[in-house]
C-alpha cells in the first residue's frame, strides 16, 4: 500500500529522541517518503502480526498445537533437507 496523505488523519505522538533520529535519518536516506510514512509502514505492519497471531490461536484452538512430527515435516518442506 502506497502512502497517501489524502487518506491520513492528523494526530500527535510522543516517541524517544533516538527512535525520532531513526525516523528522520530513514527520511533523508529515502527509505521512506516522510516521517509519517515510516510510521504508517510501521502500524501496517503491527496490525499484519496481530491478524497473523489471531490466525494462528484459532489454528490451535481448532486443531491442537503441532506436533514434533509437524514441525520435522515444516522444517524439511521449508528447508528441503
Known sequence: MQY???MTARITVSLPDE?????Q??????HATSVSHMVSIAVRQAMQ????EAF?????A???RPSPEDYAWAKQALDGS
Open 4 to 6: 497517501d496523505q489524502s
Open 19 to 23: 527512535q525520532v533520529a531513526f525516523l
Open 25 to 30: 535519518q530513514s527520511v533523508r536516506e529515502k
Open 49 to 52: 502480526e496481530d491478524t497473523l
Open 56 to 60: 494462528v490461536a484459532d489454528l490451535i
Open 62 to 64: 481448532v486443531h491442537g
